[in-house]
């Protein structure tokens, strides 16, 4: 792939009306955001251009400018490659004026943006990556974790499963960092509720034959096969899993991360009464149905998590921007902090110290085809997990930013 399509810069010089305060910068400063995503793997379909639309929802909704700063947004194709990702990053910082980088869809790729993040002293929002070590162990100064993580997702998923009675569990885990950290943080719920792990299994990323896995689930006697992947790989385990029957058997299967167009993909048929967490639900408030119908009009499809929450990041980022009057990093930051965060993505979240953005999140089950009543009507929430709840304390917290 040629780096001009890899930098396919899609830079939108937002001239939009804006306010009417003074500009802070010199006439001709720019505040650049660089979406690194995945536009040609398995989680291309769950982010890629459409992510990229909802960053520029953002970027247009604060009227196109900070502070007499045109706000531009570039983007590239990581080919959910660390190396690619880490490549493309350096060129940004040092030669395209990149102010932000956002999505990541890798905790792989997290790590290594972060870390440029801070040799160069940008901003690194992590949207898309879903690593809990990202705030923990392997926690930056410079890096912020916005959306959800494998923490968040095994408090969410894994106790409402493991306290409604279903205890013996069988992992069916997506071969990298993010897999195995889910699975790892889920089984220290199961141990925490008295549950038990019956098997495991390690499949490739982009695997497309899930039938070996499936059939080593069906024979453990498990009462739940947890998906611990998820785009195309969650998409195509969820298909073959009904070619097998494991629904209809008495197993239920638990998508660890399942979204919106997952679901589309799978069809409701196949997917119905699947559960699974997630940070976004676009039924929660007004302002998230607002969004929603904007992002379809503008998409012709229903914004996931990962994208309302690129979205609300890169808002309150800006936001962040115009309080600290300037781009350099560690005023920006501790504005992100200072400032609540309430939009469409989330009603109550707030910035720690370790990078956490903590908000709620939401166990939800896919509808049947006779409950839907519309076209993007899919999931019905279930339970609302609180965000101290859901996510690590700073008491248990590893991560070294955070003082005892």
């Not at 194709?77 to 880490?86: M, N, R, T, Y």
């Not at 399942?258 to 699974?276: F, H, T, V, W």
């Not at 609540?340 to 990078?355: E, K, M, Q, S, Y």
Request: charged residues 20%; contains cysteine.
């Amino acid at each position: 792939m040629k780096r001009s399509d890899l930098l396919a810069a899609a830079a939108i010089a937002l001239g939009l009306a804006g306010g009417s305060a003074a500009p802070i910068w010199a006439a001709g400063d720019r505040i650049v955001i660089g979406v690194l995503g995945d536009h040609s793997s398995a989680y291309a379909d769950i982010g890629g251009p459409k992510l990229v639309e909802a960053v520029k929802m953002a970027a247009e909704e604060a009227g196109g400018e900070v502070g007499g700063r045109k706000i531009e947004v570039i983007w590239a194709d990581s080919q959910l490659k660390p190396d690619v990702a880490a490549s493309i990053t350096r060129k940004w910082f040092e030669a395209d004026g990149v102010d932000v980088v956002v999505d990541l869809p890798s905790t792989a790729m997290a790590l290594s943006v972060g870390q440029l993040a801070e040799e160069f002293d940008k901003v690194a929002l992590l949207t898309s990556a879903g690593g809990a070590n990202l705030t923990n162990k392997d926690c930056r100064p410079n890096s912020v974790h916005w959306t959800y993580d494998t923490y968040g997702i095994a408090h969410s998923i894994g106790r409402a499963l493991a306290e409604s009675g279903k205890k013996k569990w069988f992992f069916i885990t997506a071969d990298y960092a993010f897999g195995t950290q889910l699975e790892n943080d889920a089984t220290a719920v199961l141990k925490e509720t008295g549950g038990e792990v019956v098997g495991s299994v390690r499949a490739p990323l982009n695997t497309v034959d899930f039938s070996s896995f499936l059939l080593q689930a069906q024979a453990s006697g498990a009462d739940v096969i947890a998906l611990a992947n998820a785009g195309s790989d969650a998409v195509n385990a969820i298909k073959q899993a009904n070619e097998f029957g494991l629904g209809q058997a008495g197993q239920q299967v638990a998508a660890m991360v399942l979204m919106d167009n997952d679901i589309k993909s799978i069809g409701l048929e196949l997917a119905q009464n699947i559960r699974y967490a997630t940070a976004f639900d676009w039924t929660l408030t007004e302002e998230s149905r607002a969004f929603a119908d904007a992002f379809r009009a503008r998409t012709g499809t229903n914004p996931n998590m990962n994208m309302a929450g690129s979205y609300s990041a890169v808002k309150h980022y800006l936001k962040a921007v115009d309080k600290a009057g300037t781009v350099e990093a560690g005023p920006v930051l501790q504005a992100m902090r200072d400032l609540p965060v309430h939009d469409a993505f989330t009603p109550n979240g707030t910035l720690r110290i370790d990078g956490r953005m903590v908000h709620d999140m939401y166990l939800m089950r896919v509808k049947s085809p006779t409950e839907s009543q519309s076209a993007w009507d899919l999931a019905t929430m279930e339970t609302v997990v609180p965000g101290d709840v859901a996510f690590r304390s700073l008491a248990e917290s590893e991560c070294p930013l955070v003082k005892k």
